[in-house]
């Protein structure tokens, strides 16, 4: 039963196809399932849950900080899209239009939100008279929609889950801080709970978004070497404010306008815990956001007692917090092993009647599916341990895996050697001129990812014009 | 300062204009703004914790019951709708369509999910396959779209933000069950957490859910006697399950069609909550989602020590647990006391330099206006005893106004009577035929409510037709 199950749930080796061994996990995991209109996904259960994990912390974490959460509308009038020049010339090819209500053809079609800082901006100046309504912190948990060509579950779709924030301030200085600020944020929850490093940095003009002054981010590498933008914070300035008349009083009673962030995180992120973690048993999940944190699986279940002390263990862990899942379903102990082994759940505790007798059981941990006897006495103590322990692990190892596939380079050869064999991250000077930037791009096939905040001197003069070059910059390619 | 905001501020009374008494609420308690797409409205943050706090509260519920939520897309190609037939009748007419991607005109037009159904028998049919894999509880929140014609904010709007169960069984029975069990937890939220008396009981054929066998339905009564129906539970039987494909095969090994059920509720609740409790001040609020339980405001916060040891105190409420605001702007106190009144909050502690020597501060709960003055050593309990005891009111208070606007009638001109004055709850016999319910909607004005659960026996024959009759039927206007 074990082997057949094991055969059907085969998972392509990550060597072979890494795109096939993440489709095999989405599907095989039970994250998603495919709907009949291309690019858009059901996220079943299992996905669903890690993503109601990372809300919690996060909005946890913003609410802690003083923002609130609104709702804003679905659709925005195109008219309304139009009002800031470069956010709609970056995302009206990209957006789904509404041109119908019923049998009724509406007098200005609408498109579905593909981000909305036109709606907050149109609510701002409704709301915004003076300073003393100053900041405004909001933020909304929703889905929006980008028409996409090419399309991957959780790392680009044409709906996605995300929150988006948005904030107005009195002062340049305030609102510069919330976006260097949100951007710590998305570092901690990426490092500490989903365990994974990242770079925090600017976006170079070119690949900032559509509207904004600077755009920040925080960018991952993932297994096989490519770049995963994980979270971005902007810097608007004024821009919208003036396109949208959102003025206050100010405390010498002098009308100005507010200044202006907007920042986000989506369920992409699930796509980076997978290509982070994974192996090619399947899912590798942090303790943090993993719907189940431990599996206990009974062994000679049918024996006297020995459901029972598994209920009771379960409970146990259940009380002191734990997300615990008891699985004492009629499958083989080996098709349960491999059935969890691919769900990614950190530890798994077996327990038989030998064990009960004993006053043990078995932790196995799915990284290193290392094997320890621990008494039920002190169990509680052990998984919590074993939890952190493997949240350490799994970072750790994935910041191996960054540090020694990100390589500097001083000429365009370098930069392609650095890419020989697999995709890398790759460090250089640059002069700060767009037209370099792209040369490097077509020569390489490489996009800049940012200007790192941790600045490095990998040279001296930028490998495409050879003038003097001050800037370091990653250079990688991204899904 | 104080009287200048109270003008500004003034809610017209209800007894003048209860529709404008209700807009005036929302608008100045700033709950909404309207947006520029006509019945799209922002929720704004002290709406959104609202609802924030009520999904806490019946997610919680349902996931002790073992739902799990999930994420369906948001477009419906009009195909899928077409699928079960009653339900593309019920719901063509009122969808939003998306016809173009980008500049790309769509193959087939999608529409924006009215509710989702067809979605979830879509990922159903794909994912069940045995017994082994019943019954799916799902459920999700999320926004949905009905292009409605005239629109009032939560009661009735374009878009708005719901939870929709959708589950699937094994047996009839099962579905069945459910179906009541969830009929249950929304009588419960309301009435426990929400303070709202509700009537339980089944819609008739006329006023069911297009393609249901049975919707089940909580109807309240609004201050002005009309009817808000609150939440509602439907049996669909195998009616999309044989639409769908949806089979499994049995425990013999044969194939069987599941046995569906969905139900809902939505921030119409909140519209319920202002108009069962509201009152000329403004919301009054029910302390389980209250954003703000308690809020302190010193008064003269200027003399030395009466701002610590309002901090102090605001610091041990919370840490009690409960949802506190310690106001401690420049405003002047009597504005901040309207102020709050006007937002709801259940409970308003005063603290000033007398009270601080004495050791007390002055409890003024919103409802009665009653005021106590109780001893700083046991302010958490007494806050706490007050909550409770202000729960308990406000839900009497609904209770009566539910019980002395509900009357019974035997003849037409009994209910047409019955109505004189303002709109009530009229309890009538009726014979089952649907033409005598729409003839009763004709000549009273009153579509039925529901059968409800608990029924009387008001008269020997129907109103309309005079042929005996047996279910006794709640008739009501409604939002």
New interface residues.
């Given amino acids: 039963m074990a082997d057949n199950k094991k055969l059907v749930n085969a998972i392509t080796p990550m060597d072979q196809d890494f795109a096939q061994w993440y489709t095999d996990i989405v599907k095989k995991a ?1 994250m998603i ?1 495919y ?3 291309r690019g ?6 299992y996905a ?2 890690i ?2 994990n990372i809300q919690k912390i996060f909005d946890g974490m913003i609410k802690a900080r003083g923002h ?10 195109e008219s ?1 899209l139009q009002r800031e020049k470069d956010h709609v010339e970056g995302f ?13 053809k509406l007098e200005e ?2 498109c ?1 939100r593909p981000t909305s800082e036109t ?1 907050f901006c ?2 701002y100046a ?2 915004v008279h003076s300073w003393r309504d100053l900041p405004k912190l ?1 933020n909304q948990w ?2 929006v ?1 980008r ?1 996409e060509k090419t399309t991957r579950p959780f790392l680009r779709s ?2 996605f ?1 995300w929150q988006e924030g948005h904030t107005i301030h009195a002062t340049e200085e305030e609102a510069r801080r919330e976006t260097l600020d949100i951007l710590d944020c998305y570092a901690e929850l990426c490092e500490k709970y989903l365990c994974i490093p990242v770079i925090k940095g600017r976006k170079t003009d070119r690949e900032k978004f559509a509207g904004a002054e600077e755009t920040y981010t925080i960018e991952a590498m993932m297994h096989d070497g490519k770049a995963l933008q994980s979270g971005t914070s902007h810097y608007f300035g004024q821009g919208f404010a003036k396109a949208f008349g959102i003025q206050f009083a100010d405390k010498q009673n002098n009308l100005a306008y507010v200044h202006q962030t907007s920042w986000g995180i989506s369920t992409r992120l699930i796509g980076g815990i997978i290509m982070t973690h994974g192996d090619n048993e399947g899912l590798v999940l942090p303790p943090a956001v993993a719907p189940i944190q431990a599996v206990v699986i009974p062994v000679a279940q049918h024996k006297p007692g020995v459901l029972e002390k598994a209920q009771q263990v379960a409970q146990q862990l259940q009380q002191a917090g734990l997300r615990v899942k008891l699985d004492d379903s009629e499958q083989s102990p080996g098709w349960k092993f491999s059935e969890y082994e691919m769900r990614g759940v950190p530890v798994r505790i077996e327990l038989g009647p030998r064990d009960i007798e004993q006053g043990v059981c078995v932790l196995v941990r799915r990284d290193t599916r290392e094997k320890a006897v621990v008494p039920l006495s002190g169990l509680v103590q052990a998984v919590q341990d074993l939890l952190a322990d493997f949240a350490a692990a799994i970072y750790r190892k994935a910041k191996d895996n960054l540090e020694s596939n990100i390589v500097s380079a001083r000429t365009i050869d370098e930069m392609k050697a650095a890419l020989e064999g697999r995709p890398r991250f790759v460090k250089a000077m640059w002069c700060g001129d767009e037209k370099c930037e792209e040369a490097i791009k077509e020569l390489t096939g490489m996009p800049s990812r940012c200007i790192p905040f941790e600045q490095e001197k990998v040279g001296e003069v930028c490998p495409v014009c050879g003038r003097p070059a001050t800037k370091m910059v990653i250079f990688g390619i991204a899904y």
Avoid: K
């Fill in positions: 039970e399932d709907s009949s209109v858009c996904v059901v996220i079943r259960p669903y849950a993503w109601e609130e959460n609104v709702a804003m509308p679905l659709f925005i009038p309304l009206a090819p990209e957006v789904a239009w509404v041109t119908y209500g019923g049998s009724e079609r609408l579905v709606l149109e609510h409704h709301i909001y929703c889905s929609v028409w044409r709906e889950l």
